[in-house]
């Protein structure tokens, strides 16, 4: 049965609704940024579903104030979190903890002289009907038109997600891209599930079934539940971002992987075919570590403190 409205409205308040999770010195704040108003790039409306407000948490540090900044002035790390589309959220503690870690590196940055902030949208999950494909993707657009109306400059601003966030920076660029939308100077991706299709796992990515913290049929289940009964194929381009047709605008590109996740393919197909147009992309890769391991503080410490420092480069660079 469709939802009504008093449970579309109840389910929007919960995703709007911060945890205690967040640390003394980060500052949180929560704004609902309008439904998609204008026509969806690449995909025809009789697939989109129904438009909705999305909740985007706001993050800095305590100790800057950033009342006395322009929009314009500040350094914008857009960021998706990941959980295979049917789980996740901005204030979930292995983000607030993430995202603090690579703000407090920003504010220590070389060269740093300008405020930082992170923003996330909260999309909604594919665990029901009715938010499977594309309604990620229609509130993760609507979150990043906000953004920008807000004045913040797409100069300022890298995407950045991991595992299916990640694959949804790298279609939300393709948007932008695509739409004639300002585009972001950079994106950041963590091992981003960008093939949503496990029929043809390099053996690489085979051979590390024991190594990685699920199964394989986890992350099917997942992407099964994200494509619904749509009848797309989990080759498409806007739901496999690897697949993209990239063109010589796409923006500079850093890929963050561990050597013993199951869905790496994604993260060197993605770099392998920006490379082949000779986009500025780089991968990195760490020794053995399995899918998540950015969300593994205290198991993956120098992985994670060599990640963010790659991060907090790459956003003042």
Known sequence: ?????????????????????????????VEMAPPLSTPFPLLDHSVLKKPERVPIFYYSLRSEDHTQCAPEDTKVIFYIHGGGNISGHPTDVQYTTLLATILRALATGEGNSVPCIIIAPCYRLSTIPENTFPAALQDILAAYDFVIGQGYKASNITIAGDSAGGNHAVVLTHLALQSNRPSPVGVIVFAPASIQSYENLSEHAKAQADNDLRPLSRYQRASSAYIGNTGFAPTDPLISGSF???????????????????????????????????????????????????????????EIRDAVQRVARFVLG
């Open 244 to 302: 993209i047709a990239f063109t010589a605008s796409w923006p500079r590109t850093l890929i963050l992987a561990g050597t013993g996740d199951q869905l790496i393919d994604g993260s060197r197909e993605l770099e392998k075919r920006l490379a082949a147009l000779k986009r500025p992309v780089e991968l990195v890769e760490y020794d053995e570590c399995p899918h998540l391991w950015w969300l593994a503080m205290s198991i993956f410490t120098e």
């Open 1 to 29: 049965m469709p939802l009504t409205e008093g449970q579309r409205k109840a389910l929007l308040e919960l995703r709007a609704q911060a945890s205690d999770d967040i640390p003394d010195d980060i500052r949180a704040c």
